[in-house]
């Protein structure tokens, strides 16, 4: 028996399901960074926060759920279209002149699998401290200390910062083109939405860059 | 009159298991007021008279209209002029001495017939897909019987101008046929007489263009770009919005299409 057509099963479904998972990982994104600010705020409150987080374990693993679905979702897609894209234009052209299209989003399929495997890494600073980062001493409890030296390891501080400018470009570029995959497109707003993604794009980035260069710099001094 | 003279760099491939590879030609004495198409004729009599292969390329109306003539001049389908097909395309926005990159559209679904010609049947199976209406066909129905905005009617106008020319395909990254389908839906969709039939069109039409095996759409709007007629990818969204609610929506299931 022939097999029903499913969302998966097309191009423009697969791009809406990227486009939805990619939607939860911006809103995660914005507040990481909004959560993560509280460093400017001083030990107590940075700690008291992260205790917070660790305390509420419906919210912990809630959230650990939810990101992993979107993460694997967004990879699985990604990864699935492109091979198909990759196979629609055997012969390139020699020579191709874009008029339009932005620097985002012909990097979109270089600033991804850069992200992923800076994300493994950012997460390996937290589970695998040593492996990651080498020579650091890792607290589980004193997340404010633990902030401050790693950030004073340069190319640790140099290695955050080149994420979030590949961040900025990922989430600029996703950022307003998921209104089109999804068909939110009306005259009264369309011209606005590349602007709203620039500025969160930018806001994202700049608070992110803002705690490793406020580290480097002795704004956000070690503790004690 | 002012004449140019060029130098082409043209691909030739004798036929579909070719691998092809291009060659250079001079055109010399190229009247400005000539078109692209004129100045590929003008090259191809002198070879015919050398006894050369002339160069092969698609044409036919040579007014714009047909979506025949489609070649990438210099990395721009259809030249570099906005909203021109080749054919409308005059030497006179080239200079003296210019070189001129002369490509078939790339697409593993256009696949090279000879020269510059590409089979572009993919189209037609999309079309046929789903891309008509069941409609009543006996005597004329009276002007006007059916109420239809002056909106709804204009973008749908839009929209039907798309002369399936597959310079959308060609300007793709990922040769993606979104917006000539998005088109090909939304003049009937936009419509009451298109209306009725939609959803199973836009799961039909998008299926088969999958099948087909073009690439996804990733919002690059090259395609827009390039289109000779400008259609917009405000109709790349009502696809998209049309075949998710559809999809979602719709109360019977549709065979999922394979390529044949």
């Known amino acids: 028996m022939q097999k029903a057509l499913t969302l998966a099963d097309s191009t423009v479904g697969k791009k809406a399901l990227l486009a939805v998972s990619g939607l939860v990982l911006f809103g995660f994104v914005l507040g990481h960074m909004v959560g993560n600010l509280q460093v400017f705020l001083g030990p107590e409150v940075f700690n008291g926060y992260a205790a917070t987080l660790k305390g509420n374990l419906p919210l912990l693993w809630g959230t650990r759920i939810v990101l992993s679905v979107s993460v694997v979702t967004h990879i699985v897609m990604a990864v699935q279209l492109m091979g198909r894209s990759s196979k629609a234009r055997p012969v390139g052209y020699r020579k191709k002149d874009n008029a339009v299209t932005s620097y985002a989003a012909i990097t979109m399929k270089l600033s991804g699998p850069l992200l992923f495997f800076y994300i493994a890494f950012h997460i390996a600073h937290f589970t695998a401290p040593g492996l990651a980062l080498g020579n650091y001493e890792h607290s589980t409890t004193d997340v404010y200390a633990n902030f401050v030296s790693a950030f004073t390891i340069p190319w640790v501080t140099a290695l955050y910062v080149i994420a979030q400018l590949l961040l900025g470009l990922h989430l600029y570029h996703g950022a307003w083109s998921l209104f089109q995959t999804l068909g939110l497109s009306h005259p009264r707003y369309d011209g606005k939405k590349r602007l709203v993604a620039q500025v969160f794009a930018l806001l994202i980035m700049a608070g992110n860059v803002a705690m490793p260069i406020a580290v480097l710099v002795g704004v956000i001094p070690p503790a004690g | ?260």
């Open chain 2, 1 to 260: 009159m002012s004449t140019i003279n060029l130098t082409l760099h043209v691909w030739r491939q004798s036929g579909p298991n070719d691998p092809g590879g291009f060659k250079d030609y001079q055109a010399k004495g190229i009247s400005t007021h000539a078109s692209f198409l004129e100045m590929l004729d003008v090259v191809n009599e002198e070879l015919a008279a050398r006894g050369e292969e002339p160069i092969a390329f698609d044409h036919d109306c040579r007014e714009g209209i047909c979506g025949m003539c489609g070649m990438v001049v210099n990395g721009r389908p259809h030249g570099p002029q906005v909203e021109t097909t080749t054919c409308q395309l005059h030497m006179r926005q080239f200079k003296d001495g210019d070189e001129v990159w002369i490509e078939p559209w790339r697409a593993r679904s256009f696949p090279v017939i000879k020269d510059l010609v590409v089979d572009r049947s993919a189209f037609d199976r999309i079309i046929a897909a789903g891309g008509y209406i069941s409609a009543r066909t006996g005597s004329p129905r009276d002007a006007n019987e059916i109420p239809i905005p002056k909106e709804a009617s204009d973008l749908a106008f839009e929209a039907a101008a798309c002369i399936g020319c597959g310079a959308c395909v060609a300007a793709c990254p990922n040769a993606s046929a979104a917006l000539f389908t998005a088109a090909k839906l939304a003049h009937l969709s936009l419509l009451p007489q298109g209306e009725p039939e939609q959803q199973d069109r836009v799961r039909k039409m998008v299926s088969q263009m999958d099948a087909e095996g073009f690439g996804h759409c990733t919002n690059h709007f090259e395609c827009m770009a390039a289109c000779p007629k400008g259609i917009s990818v405000d109709y790349i969204a009502k696809m998209n919005r049309d075949f998710l609610k559809a999809m979602i929506t719709a109360r019977t299931d549709l065979p999922k299409r394979e390529k044949q």
